[in-house]
């Protein structure tokens, strides 16, 4: 059992993080540039790095993720990475004809200091960047915040860089998604379009990382928000961002340089946040609640009224990134279930305390950023123990060691499938998590039944 020297006694610690509950920046902000049509993520540091940030897309979305790299040496780490950038920009447009190139930074050109804002310009004044096409960059260092951060950092770079003003406004509301799977994205424009709301949605990863395989390669596949739609962002008269982590600096660039007015609300997950986004949009939109959505709410309320009693009073400790987590949270809330533990290895400035804190109660323990880790959850877990854990691949050691049933949340999740088709957000979202649920406690109950309360009848 890997994990069983995990000590009970919780010391606290200021400074050692073990077994983190998060990954590096230049990942979500990958993720983010994938989701706008014809964009190729580079990433301006190693090959290494950015092997390991493809690794870890393609695993999570068993689907090969395109990115390039600059390709630092010993010669870059000491004189700075600007040749190395100015030759990727040449050689990705002559080679794989992106409309954009979407620069991360790594640690190591964090640390050099390369200015890439002077290096992009003289790559515009050398005429690399062929006329209509356009490279844009976000900061991502990753020895601070974590993946989420470099999606938000990512997802301001778009607007930064491609949202206009035309000075007429439209009717479009733009919708901002946190760092969620290309299913949710899905999930997310069929309730707009169910309501008949006109929207712009960026970014959207659905298409691209979960796309058929029907043996063509495809460099850019077809999803992706097209860059004249992100521009027409700027004359949305609302915004509405889902999950302040993941979306907040993006949310408040729209308003700030656009006024747009903005809207920012927690991830669609569950019945009452669902309700909110729904509501939302039937406001700003001037529409109604059609009957399909109605339907599905339906029919997300009737399951768990059927099934109430396998999961009220029932136990659970989460783990993950904030915005779903707060979401996951609300959901288990009004399910009935009592929220032990909540961590998340994203630092928010204590918002995600705050908002969990609201939602579990006081009873509930929350933490957030580095020292939020998994060796401390497991610890958490080991002196209250939960009835499921909701969270990433690396908590199956957890699960294993305290025989508990795990439902694979957020990211990564390499050794599970599904999570790229089926949502977790909106109603249908809503019932599909309430399923693995019940399906979790169902066979649970399954397993350790007597002989004589082993039985059909539920
Ligand atoms: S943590 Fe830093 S050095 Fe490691 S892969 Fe990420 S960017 Fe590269």
């Known amino acids: 059992m890997l994990l069983r020297h995990t000590p009970k006694e919780i010391i606290e610690r200021s400074a050692l993080t073990i077994n983190p509950a998060k990954t590096c920046q230049p990942i979500g902000a990958m993720y983010a540039a994938l989701g706008v049509h014809r964009c190729l993520p580079h990433s301006h540091g190693s090959q290494g790095c950015c092997a390991y940030h493809r690794s870890a897309l393609t695993r999570h979305y068993a ?26 920009i ?3 447009f002559a080679l794989y004809d992106p409309e954009i190139i979407a620069v991360n930074t790594t640690c190591l050109s964090e640390v050099i200091g390369d200015d890439i804002t002077q290096i992009l310009n003289k790559a515009a004044a050398e005429n690399k960047i062929p006329h209509g096409k356009s490279v844009m960059y976000a900061s991502t260092p990753s020895f601070k ?3 989420v951060t470099g999606y938000e950092n990512m997802l301001s770079a778009i607007v930064q860089n491609f949202a206009k003003s035309s000075g007429k406004r439209h009717n479009k509301i733009t919708i901002l998604p946190s760092f969620v799977e290309p299913s949710d994205m899905s999930e997310i424009k069929y309730i707009a379009e169910e309501l008949g709301a006109a929207y712009i949605m960026y970014p ?17 596949p077809k ?3 097209p860059k004249a739609l992100i521009e027409e962002s700027g004359d949305s008269e609302y915004a509405i961002a889902l999950g302040q982590t993941g979306t907040l600096s993006a949310a408040k660039l729209l308003d700030s340089k656009f006024k747009v007015k903005t809207k920012i609300i927690d991830l ?30 339906g029919q997300l309320v009737d399951v768990l009224c ?8 029932k136990k659970v400790s989460l783990s ?7 979401g996951l949270t609300q959901f288990c809330k009004d399910a009935g279930m009592k929220i032990l533990h909540v961590l998340s290895g994203t630092p928010s400035g204590g918002k995600f305390v705050k908002r969990i804190k609201e939602i579990a109660g006081g009873d509930v323990i929350v933490k957030e950023g580095a020292q939020a880790d998994l060796f401390y959850f497991h610890q958490l877990i080991k002196n209250d123990k939960p009835d499921l854990i909701l969270g990433n691949t690396y908590c199956k050691y957890i699960a294993r060691d305290m025989d508990i049933p795990l439902i694979r949340t957020g990211f990564p999740i390499y050794d599970r499938v599904g999570h790229s088709y089926f949502p977790i957000t909106g109603y249908r979202g809503g019932l599909h998590l309430l399923i693995k649920m019940l399906d979790a406690f169902m066979d649970r109950q399954d397993r350790d039944a007597p002989e004589e309360q082993f039985e059909l009848v539920m």
Do not use: C, W
Request: aromatic content about 8%.
């Open 320 to 326: 993950g990134d904030p915005d779903i987590l707060i």
């Open 145 to 147: 915040g974590s993946h």
């Open 63 to 88: 689907d090969p993720i395109m990115a390039s790299t600059s390709s630092f040496t010993e010669g870059a780490s000491v004189f700075g990475g600007q040749a190395n950038l100015l030759e990727s």
């Open 306 to 313: 059927d099934k109430n009693q396998y999961i009220y009073g």
């Open 204 to 220: 959207d990863t659905s298409d691209v990382v979960n796309g058929p395989l029907d043996g063509k390669f495809r460099m850019y």
């Open 90 to 92: 040449n050689n990705v």
């Open 223 to 225: 999803g992706g928000t």
């Open 268 to 297: 669609p997950i569950g019945i009452s946040a669902t309700d909110a986004f729904v509501d939302t949009l039937r406001k700003i939109a001037g529409v109604s609640v059609p009957e399909q959505l109605v339907r599905e709410r």
